[in-house]
Nanobody
């Protein structure tokens, strides 16, 4: 059974940084392309970043390109999302998820990121 648990969210000011972590268990993480997705209140799920199984291939949504960086440590079964220069529009619940778009049903409970001045 796929189990994912996100952590690292919080309340920050515009321009601040946060690093999210996602602990994976119950499956072979190194065999899965993984995603970070987010959802703001009243808005649909938005894909944020993706990373290939070996971590060498990374893709980002235009809205976060140049500010966010995804990484993984397969030996530790962890996925990371480094978020720099946070903006108010980055506010939302952040999830890590397996590669099952568009609804990404295999995801954790999420970690809340709130960017507010």
């Amino acid at each position: 059974e796929v189990q994912l648990v996100e952590s690292g969210g919080g309340l920050v000011q515009p321009g601040d940084s946060l690093k999210l972590s996602c602990a994976a268990s119950g499956f072979e993480l190194d065999s899965r392309i993984m995603f970070w997705i987010r959802q703001a209140p009243g808005k649909p799920i938005e894909w944020v970043a993706a990373i290939t199984t070996n971590g060498l291939g990374k893709s980002y949504a235009d809205s976060v390109q140049g500010r966010f960086s995804v990484a993984r440590d397969n030996a530790k079964n962890v996925i990371y999302l480094q978020m720099n220069d946070l903006k108010i529009e980055d506010t939302g619940m952040y999830y890590c998820a397996t590669n099952r778009p568009p609804n990404f049903p295999e995801r954790g409970p999420g970690t809340q990121v709130t960017v507010s001045s």
